[in-house]
């Protein structure tokens, strides 16, 4: 029988970084090449955190942890593309983001980040949508239920929904100007109906307590 020789592994290939180059994007990030092949993209502190440099070894660590910076970009650029949309405050951005799949280090890092930057800011979220929701005829009760369940916490929701509704009071009486419009809207339906429909529109719309009832009186009235 003949003698075998026995079979020696093939040396592991070395891996090592060979660039770090600036993301074309444009958002904070650099790419991140591994023997000559793009490998991951991850936010330029932490290239400089890591310490990213060109002939510098792949070992096991530090792809964990250009794997966990590489997770952060990318749910930093989800929160880019998002609010390019439209505005969010931070808890509902961060509920849409573990839905979308991204893990919770990487979400709080990423919303540190954009909070950090300036592009989520709950305050100035709240405001807006107070003053905006507040002139399309939405209530106190309703604005502040809505912001609440978008996590905006209480003293900054309730400082916002104030404002705007002082806004709004200065130009007039916005609850009857509204009432008024859906009387007129309602016809000539008997007057419990009437009011009974008044009293439930204005509900939707967050305009509670005695003195929307008082008021959805005086409008019948009229």
Request: net charge positive; proline share 5%.
């Amino acid at each position: 029988m003949a003698k075998t020789e026995a079979l020696v592994p093939a040396a592991t290939m070395l891996e090592e970084l060979t660039s770090i180059e600036p993301d074309s994007r444009g958002i904070g990030a650099v790419r991140v090449s591994v023997n000559g092949r793009w490998f991951c993209t991850v936010p330029a502190a932490a290239a400089r955190e890591l310490d990213l440099r060109p002939r510098r070894e792949l070992t096991p660590e530090l792809r964990q942890r250009l794997g966990e910076a590489a997770d952060a970009q990318a749910a930093f650029r989800y929160i880019v593309a998002a609010l390019g949309r439209r505005s969010f405050a931070r808890r509902d951005l961060e509920r849409r983001m573990v839905r979308k799949g991204h893990g919770p280090g990487a979400t709080a890092a990423a919303l540190d980040r954009a909070a950090a930057a300036g592009l989520i800011d709950d305050a100035a979220f709240a405001r807006e949508f107070a003053s905006t929701k507040a002139a399309r005829g939405r209530g106190p009760a309703r604005l502040l239920r809505d912001l609440f369940a978008m996590g905006v916490a209480r003293d900054l929701a309730q400082t916002a929904v104030d404002s705007a509704w002082a806004e709004r009071s200065e130009t007039g009486d916005p609850t009857r100007a509204l009432a008024a419009k859906r009387a007129r809207q309602l016809g000539d339906i008997p007057r419990p109906a009437k009011r009974r429909r008044l009293l439930a529109f204005l509900a939707r719309r967050g305009f509670q307590g005695g003195e929307v009832g008082r008021m959805v009186s005086e409008v019948l009235n009229q």
